[in-house]
Structures are given as structure tokens and as C-alpha cells.
T-cell receptor, first 113, second 115 residues
Framework: SQTIHQWPATLVQPVGSPLSLECTVEGTSNPNLYWYRQAAGRGLQLLFYSVGIGQISSEVPQNLSASRPQDRQFILSSKKLLLSDSGFYLC????????????FGNGTRLTVT | AQSVTQLDSQVPVFEEAPVELRCNYSSSVSVYLFWYVQYPNQGLQLLLKYLSGSTLVKGINGFEAEFNKSQTSFHLRKPSVHISDTAEYFCAVSSYSGSARQLTFGSGTQLTVLP
């Protein structure tokens, strides 16, 4: 069966420090991969999605970047964190087309101080 | 462009009472519909999905939803809720537009089940 791993679960970082969040998927090949952010009391904001290795689409301009160095690995990064980067970050995967649901990891709670 | 509206941001309900969480969408093309549940500090878990066929779909944890094409709605229902159903619920719409998939989530409904 397919599983998704996301780490760390929680992270407290000072303003201006770098960030690296990692997500890996097991049990499937060539998944579509997504990074979402939830700010406190708000809905889901799509940050990046990827349909293959090295293929990244950015949905909103921001202080973050994403990379997909391997088929089932998706990394969210920042060179210098801002206070506004605080939030709950969710990785998700899907396979197939428009009718396929997304499957989410357990998320990373990031607090920038 | 498509959109999803979850009409109630918060729904309080007493234990063992029925509940309906409302979701309306707009889209110019055919859509697929999903409901997700999110417990505190966890990711989203798929509750159910409508792809085609019967407009009444059953999901996990005793939830069901009905697709109404004429009213462009996909309301989620449960006949008798439990304390453990307290969570945030998200409706999502998926379609193919142009050359890419469009997946849109609603803003969520916080269901609070009271003893």
C-alpha cells in the first residue's frame, strides 16, 4: 500500500534562518506531488506541484522554493524565513488524472520566531 | 475558473443529532467532487468522492454525500454524530481545464460535536 512520510512534525525557526521540509512517498511510481500551506484559521493554499522529477510549478510568488530530486521525494525550502512563513505545511500525492483524490501527509507545524 | 463555497464556517451540533455540511461549487466543465476531514494537527483524510454514477455516495465513518448537478451542490451528511466527529471538513472540486488539472478546496467547516 502507498504511504507518505513528512518530517519534521514540528519546527521552530528564527527569522532569517533557512528551511528544508522533506516529503517522501512509498508504494507508487511517478506520483504527482503537492505542497500546501494552511495559515491559522484559513483554508488550504497550494504552493507547488510537480508532475515529474525536476518539474515544479509554482502557484504563488513567495519566499519558498521546491525541488524534486527523485521520483518520490519532494522538498520545500527557503533561504531566509519570514514571520509570515509560519503555518501548517502539508505534502500530498496523487496518481492518475483529474478524478484521482489527493492523499496527504501528517503535516509540519512551522513557527517562525 | 471554478470555485467552491462552504456556506458554514462553524457548525455546532449535539451528540447523536444529524448534521449537514453544505458545499456549493461553480464550474463550466464536468467535475469530480471530494470531501476530506482534518483532525487537529493532522493531514487531510479522504472521506468520500463522487466520480460518476449514483449521486448518493457513502464514505467512511458513516458519512454520505449527495451530488446535485442542477443545484451544483455536494452536501455532506451524517444521521447521528459522535464526539469523535469533531474536526474540520473540506469540500474539493476537481476538473480539467485548458491543459491542466484544476483542484479547488473550500475554506473548510469546523464541526464541533457537543456532549
Amino acid at each position: 500500500s502507498q504511504t507518505i512520510h513528512q518530517w519534521p512534525a514540528t519546527l521552530v525557526q528564527p527569522v532569517g534562518s533557512p528551511l528544508s521540509l522533506e516529503c517522501t512517498v512509498e508504494g507508487t511510481s511517478n506520483p504527482n506531488l503537492y505542497w500546501y500551506r494552511q495559515a491559522a484559521g484559513r483554508g488550504l493554499q497550494l504552493l507547488f506541484y510537480s508532475v515529474g522529477i525536476g518539474q515544479i510549478s509554482s502557484e504563488v510568488p513567495q519566499n519558498l522554493s521546491a525541488s524534486r530530486p527523485q521520483d518520490r521525494q519532494f522538498i520545500l525550502s527557503s533561504k531566509k524565513l519570514l514571520l509570515s512563513d509560519s503555518g501548517f505545511y502539508l505534502c500530498a500525492w496523487s496518481v492518475g488524472g483529474t478524478s484521482s483524490p489527493l492523499h496527504f501527509g501528517n503535516g509540519t507545524r512551522l513557527t517562525v520566531t | 475558473a471554478q470555485s467552491v463555497t462552504q456556506l458554514d464556517s462553524q457548525v455546532p451540533v449535539f451528540e447523536e443529532a444529524p448534521v449537514e455540511l453544505r458545499c456549493n461549487y461553480s464550474s463550466s466543465v464536468s467535475v469530480y467532487l471530494f470531501w476530506y476531514v482534518q483532525y487537529p494537527n493532522q493531514g487531510l483524510q479522504l472521506l468520500l468522492k463522487y466520480l460518476s454514477g449514483s449521486t448518493l455516495v457513502k464514505g467512511i465513518n458513516g458519512f454520505e454525500a449527495e451530488f446535485n448537478k442542477s443545484q451544483t451542490s455536494f452536501h455532506l451528511r451524517k444521521p447521528s454524530v459522535h464526539i469523535s466527529d469533531t474536526a474540520e471538513y473540506f469540500c474539493a472540486v476537481s476538473s480539467y481545464s485548458g491543459s491542466a488539472r484544476q483542484l479547488t478546496f473550500g475554506s473548510g467547516t469546523q464541526l464541533t460535536v457537543l456532549p
